[in-house]
């Protein structure tokens, strides 16, 4: 598709025509930038209105990121009730609260009306709980009571991800009846793939799939065709492990309910798919230590983010520090150990790496548990024993060539055995160990692990030298 503008003369082309905003690399177009920024510089509503209304959600979040901050602010007054609000769901935190602390309560309190309860709950959690009173004040009382709900349930639980619009019908009526509540009620969600049966206490009592009611005759009663509902949700359960649920049983949608078995909600696939990305990005973020850091952060904010597990590490640092002190003397009288001494701690750093990174992920997916723990400990320390004999002769015989001297490259070999065989067994072993005492895995083994790997590495190589060239 073409771009509505042509890029050489400025002239709209057709209004009919979706605006092609991304380039051959995913990023958005620069022309379609300038197309933005010129309207909003302008002032000009007319042409702003033009270019993103018919923008998806998702698009609009792309040029939201892409525009510069004051861009963005001007963007969201310039369109006014027109502006999508569900496109803040698709930007870095940062942004969306840059945007909603510039907003008017009143103007947030109209524009989540119009949103799914998934994405108000989404947009509002992040409020002071003093501005979340004030929005939701504002909202009809139904409303008001169902995000209040969702607001209630922890972070990044089920019950925060949860849609609380739904279909449910009780077990007596006929699926004639049911088609026509589905046609003629105006508050049901847009889109959805089952509809649920409960008592009169709202008490889930099972599913039906709207394939089961386009095959059902319409006099047939619901319960006759429901389906117990195995897989629904606790309201409280980790966002996590809801996901998994759904991975493992190839799940559309599914109901969550309260303590009680009480239907509150529906969680949807396309809620799901965001879970998989956050948790994803949380643990690779987390494995390097910069916490929940974003793009969209400030220089204030990601150099605060990093601080806590740099100073760790600095003090691990002077651990490994302190170990070189230890054979300072030995250093003195064969300058050659200086050189070769990073060798050794960065090979086996890069393969604990390999093994922790195996590892987390596997402790996250739950594919590794106590039932395969001791085998995939074995097979660690093999492949561990393995690459390092590997390694051991290219870099002994190297080092035996370069310095003229085989007993120096004996010495780095074994060392570098010893270091690849600490490095496998660390990278498995610290992640599970913190796994078992509550600590998340993916925060803390990058550090430890590193410490690990450069004690026993000098420890080993400078070690070996002292006691091989009679240096003590």
Known sequence: MEDPRDQTSGVQISDAVHPEIYDEEGVVRASFLASIGAAIADRDTLALKHEVSRLHQSEMGDVLEALMPEQRLALVDLMGADFDFSALTEVDEAIRMDIVDNMPNAQIAQAVQELDSDDAVYILEDLDEEDQDEILAQLPFTERVRLRRSLDYPEETAGRRMQTEFVAVPPFWTVGQTIDYMREDNNLPERFTQIFVIDPTFRLLGAIDLDQILRAKRTVKIEEIMHETRHAIPATMDQEEAARDFEQYDLLSAAVVDANDRLVGVLTIDDVVDVIQQEAEEDLLRMGGVGDEELSDTVRATSR?????????????????????????????????????????????????????????????????????????????????????????????????????????????????INMMAAALGGILIPLLLHKFGADPAIASAVFVTMVTDIVGFFSFLGLAAWWFGFF
């Open 305 to 417: 983010s990093r601080i806590p597990w740099l100073s760790v590490n600095l003090v691990t640092a002077f651990l490994s520090a302190s170990v070189i002190g230890f054979f300072d003397g030995t250093i003195e009288q064969m300058v050659a150990l200086a050189v070769l001494m990073p060798i050794v701690a960065s090979m086996g750093g890069n393969a604990a790496t390999q093994t922790m990174t195996v590892t987390v992920r596997a402790l996250a997916t739950r594919d590794l548990d106590i039932y395969n723990a001791g085998r995939i400990i074995r097979r660690e320390a093999m492949v561990g024993a393995i690459n390092g004999v590997i390694f051991a002769v290219l870099i002994g015989i190297v080092a035996g060539l370069w310095f003229q001297n085989p007993d120096l490259g004996g010495i780095i070999a074994a060392a570098m055995v």
